[in-house]
């Protein structure tokens, strides 16, 4: 199994550091964006969804009228309509994409969130109906039949969906589906139903101990499940200009929040959010390079966390993460084209010769490999001590 990366791309130009101007949607930019990661050898695009914004199947649809070869991931959030018929919708798109089509599940981490859009079941409750509704979805697209449905919160009366998936998971017709969520009580779901357990980017300890529950979890229903990790990423053609990049995207960060009136980021309900932040306070480098500065000034929203150097270190950093078995990897900027585009040119090959390597010496990207020796003296599991990078330059 090759490895898989990711990019991110929203109908308008925007993240921390670049304020959104102009309509909401802008298909100039959504076909751009989309176009300059095709280029630059991505395998899928994510695009999110939230409360207040677009409809993400529909910037799908567009996206991929304007590509040919690069897949999509579309977030979706279950719920708000019904699993029969979001099955049947889900695989219409598919269809016209030519297969080039996942399903990120989001249960939703913030009841606050939720309420915008008329949702006011609780956290565990919300991944209680995300197990049915797949139940109810992945049933749908494999059935050859008519079939029944009587659960907790669906009812259906001979279900079938005329529209199949064109991609097969396990031999069946099925749209590949993503999920994330780190409670127990997103465990539980990931564990029947994912074929991708999406995580954000932790220190590798973290990362570890997490892929080693889900693995248990999903053993236990005698399945096995793909990985996937995401992180930020900011390039530099030597490790100090990366460095000054960062601190400057802080700045920049830190500026656009203030004239927004936003303070630095709280505790958020989203356990991903949590571990985040405890990462954070750990310190504002762990592990080689990741760099935790934005997570703590956001609150620990979305993937904040990044891997900061030259793209043969940041490739390096990334390396040991598909060493704990991460087959998939999500990378985004902060000046989303550009940065993808550049992505492009040295990081995205690197990254694919260093799993080609992997793969050639009979490793599975589905599993972690063998730790290396520990240094004499040193009890086994202690991670080593990692000074902060930029110390080291700052002393050279």
């Not at 925007?14 to 050898?41: C, K």
């Not at 049933?139 to 669906?154: C, I, K, Q, V």
């Not at 991609?167 to 069946?172: A, E, L, S, T």
């Not at 762990?286 to 979305?302: K, P, V, Y």
């Amino acid at each position: 199994m090759s490895l898989e990366i990711i990019g991110m791309i929203t109908p308008q130009l925007q993240s921390e550091t670049l304020v959104a101007s102009g309509p909401a949607i802008n298909p100039g930019h959504v076909q751009r964006a989309a176009r300059a990661h095709e280029d630059a050898g991505f395998d899928r695009i994510l695009v999110p969804q939230h409360s207040t914004g677009h409809d993400a199947s529909q910037v799908i649809a567009y996206a991929a009228a304007h590509t040919e070869r690069v897949g999509y991931l579309l977030a979706h959030r279950p719920g708000f309509i019904g699993p029969a018929f979001a099955a049947r919708q889900l695989a219409t798109l598919e269809n016209f994409a030519g297969g080039r089509l996942a399903v990120h599940i989001i249960s939703g981490g913030s009841d606050e969130e939720q309420r915008r859009d008329g949702d006011f079941l609780d956290h565990d409750q919300r991944y209680a109906r995300t197990d049915e509704y797949l139940e109810v979805l992945k049933r749908s697209w494999s059935a050859t039949e008519p079939f029944d449905h009587h659960g907790a919160l669906y009812r259906y009366e001979r279900a079938y969906s005329e529209v199949k998936p064109l991609q097969q998971v396990d031999g069946r017709p099925q749209i590949p589906v993503f999920f994330g969520g780190a409670s127990d009580a997103a465990l539980r779901v990931a564990a029947r139903h994912a074929d991708a357990y999406a995580l954000w980017g932790e220190p590798l300890d973290e990362t570890r101990t997490l892929l080693r529950r889900v693995r248990a979890a999903a053993a236990q229903q005698g399945r096995r499940i793909r990985f996937s990790v995401s992180f930020r990423v900011i390039l530099g053609e030597t490790e100090g200009q990366a460095w000054d990049r960062a601190d400057a995207i802080l700045e920049r960060t830190r500026t656009l929040r203030q004239l927004a009136g936003q303070g630095r980021g709280g505790p958020l309900q989203s356990v991903g959010a949590q571990r985040l932040l405890n990462a954070a306070s750990r310190g504002e480098v762990l592990d080689d390079r990741l760099w935790t500065a934005i997570a703590r000034e956001t609150g620990g929203r979305s993937n904040s966390t990044a891997l900061v150097g030259t793209p043969e270190q940041v490739a390096s950093a990334l390396a040991k993460y598909v060493d704990l078995g991460v087959g998939t990897l999500l990378i985004r900027g902060f000046d989303p084209v550009e940065d993808a585009i550049d992505y492009g040119r040295e990081l995205i090959p690197r990254l694919r010769a260093l799993a080609a390597e992997r793969l050639a010496h009979g490793q599975d990207l589905h599993d972690e490999q063998p730790a290396a020796d520990t240094t004499p003296g040193t009890p086994p599991g202690t991670p080593p001590a990692t000074p902060d990078p930029r110390a080291t330059l700052q002393a050279a």
